[in-house]
């Protein structure tokens, strides 16, 4: 699967962004999906994962209450509304998608088998 994201830019502290990440294929409902972030300097981090159907979500603490992922299985595609956003959310990034067949319903941290390319995220104080 090709995974291509979108929708970063630059905002200010407080505002809202929304990234989006289309996926190839015709078995994106087999695969459970993550945004991943890295700042410059960091390491990339887990920011929050959602299960096949779009049942399950997990969060990371530091975006919990301020980021929603959702997905559209008809579109191929996810989306993480990032709201309240804070200089410290500036970085890279990039979703990813885990095979999990027809049956699981979990949500992963990580063990993921592909990755797009980033965009990037830039919050002004």
């Known amino acids: 699967v090709q995974l291509q994201a979108s929708g970063g830019g630059l905002v200010q502290a407080g505002g809202s962004l929304r990234l989006s990440c289309a996926a190839s294929?015709?078995?994106?409902?087999?695969?459970?999906m993550g945004w991943f972030r890295q700042a410059p300097g960091k390491e990339r981090e887990f920011v929050v994962g959602i299960s096949r159907s779009g049942g399950s979500t997990s969060y990371a603490d530091s975006v919990k209450g301020r980021f929603i992922m959702s997905r559209d299985n008809a579109k191929n595609t996810v989306y993480l509304q990032m709201n309240s956003l804070k200089p410290e959310d500036t970085a890279v990034y990039s979703c990813?998608?885990?095979?999990?067949?027809?049956?699981?319903?979990?949500?992963?941290?990580?063990?993921?088998?592909?990755w797009g390319q980033g965009t990037q995220v830039t919050v002004s104080s």
């Open positions: 990813a998608a885990k095979v999990v067949g027809t049956i699981s319903g979990g949500v992963y941290r990580g063990g993921y088998d592909y």
């Open positions: 294929g015709r078995t994106f409902n087999r695969y459970a």
